[in-house]
C-alpha cells in the first residue's frame, strides 16, 4: 500500500488508508453498508458528517457549473431507462472487465488490476488462471411483474446517458445557442469485479457530468477550457495541485469515439489513481441515438440553414473519489502542547460543521443559556452549526479537530457582560475574543 505524505511544521507525517477509514467510521462520515447484518461488497453509506461533506462537494459543483452559469442546464432523469439506451450506446455489448478465476481456490478477479497476472493473489498459486472472459458491469433487473426480454432493464452504470437522451428535449423547450452544456449529479451502479480501497472503487456510486455540445470545429478550445474548469474545481475543493496530475490517455487506451481523453489522477493513500476524466466524446452518443431511435439529433444555427450532430467535451467526476481526495488533503497529523492531534484541514466552505458552541462549563446554567443564544442565532445563518457540550473543553477541541470544524466557539462568564466569545481557529488552534455580532 502507498503512502500519501503530508508535511506539517516541519514535522513529515503520512496519511494512509487505515487511518482514513478508520476516522471515517469513527466520527460518523462513512460506515460500511449493511454493517450489522456483515455488510454488502462495495457498498457505503454515508452518516451525518459524510452526508455534509457529500453534500458540500455536490453543491460547489452544481453552483460553479449550473448556478453561476448561464450555457449549463441541469437535468435529473431516471435511474432506470429503456434498454434500448444501453444497446445503442454501446453498453450492453462492451461495458465489460476481463474476469479471470484461479483453479485452485476459485476466487475471481479483474486481470487487468492484477499485479502480477500469472499468480493468484488470494492464494499465491501461480499459472491457475483460465481464459479472461468478459464479464458486463451492469446491474441487470426487470421492471414490471413480468420477466421477459421486453421488460429488462439495467440500473445505470453512468449519468451521461441520462443527458443524451434529453439533449433534443432541452433544445426544443430552451432552444440554446451553442456551445451549451446539460449537467447531471446522481447514482451510478457498476458490479465492479473487485470492490477495493474503501469508497475509491464501490458498486454503487455518485456521478456528477457534463456534456458540453459544441460545433466540431472548436473542440480543441472547447477542451482547453474544461482542462481550466476542472482545475478551478479541484481548487475550491483544495487539493494542493502537486497532487494532481493530468495523464494524456493514448490512442490504444482510449474508448474507439474518444479523440482526446485526460485522466486527471490524484496522489491518493493507495497511490497515483484516477480522479476524474475529460474526453471529447465526439458525436458518438447523440449519432447512437438518432441511428436506434431513428429521430433527428441534429441541430440548427440559428438563422442559418446549417444543421449538424454537435460534438460533446464530457468533464466526469466521481464524488466519491472527490470526497476521498478531499479527505486525504485534509488528514493532518501535529503536535499540539506536546500531546499528538489529527485534524481534517478542510476548506471551511466544505466543512460539515461550520461552528461548534460550547459553554464554558456545562453546569452553570447562566452560561449554558447564553451559549444556547448563540448556538440559535448562528445556526439560523449558517445551519450547520453543532451544539458542543460534552466533555472538557480540550476533548472538545480535539473531536471538533477531528471532523474538520474551522471554529469553536466558547461562551464564558465574560460574555454575559460584553456579548463577546472566544473564537478557536482549527488550524493555529489560536483563540481570539469576537462580539457575537461579528461572527
Ligand atoms: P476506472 O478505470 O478507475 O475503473 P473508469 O475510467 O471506468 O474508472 P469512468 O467510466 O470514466 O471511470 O467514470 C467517470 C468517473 O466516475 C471516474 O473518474 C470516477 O471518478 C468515477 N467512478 C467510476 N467508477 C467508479 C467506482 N467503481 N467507484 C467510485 N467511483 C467511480
Known amino acids: 500500500m502507498g ?3 503530508i508535511i506539517q511544521i516541519g514535522i513529515i507525517m503520512s496519511v494512509n488508508l ?8 469513527r466520527r460518523g462520515f462513512i460506515y460500511p453498508g449493511s454493517d450489522v447484518y456483515g455488510g454488502l461488497s462495495g457498498t457505503w453509506d454515508y452518516g451525518p458528517l459524510g452526508i455534509g461533506l457529500k453534500r458540500n462537494i455536490m453543491n460547489l459543483w452544481w453552483k460553479m457549473f449550473v448556478d453561476e452559469r448561464d450555457d449549463i442546464y441541469g437535468v435529473d432523469a431516471a435511474i432506470l431507462m ?5 444497446q445503442a450506446s454501446g453498453h450492453v455489448d462492451t461495458f465489460t472487465d476481463p474476469l479471470v478465476e484461479c483453479a485452485n481456490c476459485k476466487g475471481r478477479f479483474r486481470e487487468d488490476k492484477l499485479d502480477n497476472p500469472n499468480k493468484c493473489p488470494n492464494c499465491g498459486k501461480e499459472n491457475s488462471f483460465g481464459e479472461a472472459r468478459a464479464f458486463n458491469m451492469m446491474f441487470k433487473t426487470n421492471v414490471g411483474p413480468i420477466s421477459d426480454e421486453n421488460s429488462i432493464s439495467y440500473l445505470r452504470p453512468e449519468t451521461a446517458q441520462g443527458i443524451f437522451t434529453n439533449f433534443k428535449n432541452v ?13 447531471q449529479q446522481g447514482k451510478a451502479f457498476r458490479n465492479e469485479i473487485s470492490p477495493r480501497d474503501f469508497v475509491f472503487r464501490s458498486r454503487e456510486f455518485e456521478q456528477m457530468e457534463i456534456e458540453y455540445f459544441i460545433h466540431p470545429d472548436n473542440w480543441k478550445d472547447s477542451f482547453e477550457h474544461w482542462i481550466g474548469e476542472c482545475k478551478r474545481f479541484f481548487d475550491e475543493l483544495g487539493l494542493p495541485s502537486e497532487m494532481i496530475h493530468e495523464l494524456e490517455v493514448m490512442e490504444d487506451d482510449r474508448a474507439h469515439y474518444s479523440k ?10 493507495i497511490g497515483r489513481e484516477e480522479l476524474m476524466g475529460l474526453a471529447y466524446r465526439t458525436d458518438f452518443d447523440l449519432g447512437n441515438i438518432q441511428r436506434v431511435s431513428k429521430k433527428s439529433m441534429e441541430y440548427r444555427v440559428k438563422g442559418t440553414n446549417e444543421t449538424f450532430i454537435p460534438h460533446v467535451i464530457e468533464p466526469s467526476f466521481g464524488v466519491e473519489r472527490a470526497l476521498m481526495a478531499v479527505l486525504s488533503a485534509a488528514y493532518t497529523e501535529d503536535e499540539v502542547n506536546g500531546e499528538q492531534r489529527v485534524y481534517l484541514k478542510l476548506p471551511a466552505h466544505l466543512a460539515p460543521i461550520k461552528y461548534a458552541v460550547s459553554p464554558l462549563l456545562k453546569n452553570k446554567p447562566e452560561l449554558v443559556e447564553k451559549a444556547r443564544e448563540v448556538y440559535q442565532l448562528l445556526k439560523q445563518k449558517y445551519g450547520n452549526v453543532m451544539w458542543d457540550d460534552n466533555g472538557n473543553i480540550g476533548k472538545r477541541y480535539r473531536r471538533q479537530d477531528e471532523i474538520g470544524t474551522p471554529y469553536c466557539i466558547v461562551v464564558d462568564f465574560e460574555t454575559l457582560d460584553d456579548d463577546m466569545v472566544t473564537v ?8 481570539q475574543r469576537l462580539p457575537i455580532v461579528n461572527i
Open 3 to 5: 503512502y500519501g505524505i
Open 18 to 25: 487505515e487511518k482514513l477509514t478508520s476516522l471515517a467510521k
Open 82 to 86: 429503456n434498454q434500448k439506451v444501453w
Open 171 to 183: 433544445v426544443d423547450t430552451f432552444y440554446p445557442d451553442l456551445p451549451f452544456g446539460i449537467a
Open 260 to 269: 482526446r481523453t485526460i485522466d486527471f489522477e490524484f496522489d491518493f493513500p
Open 424 to 431: 478557536r481557529d482549527r488550524n493555529t488552534t489560536e483563540q
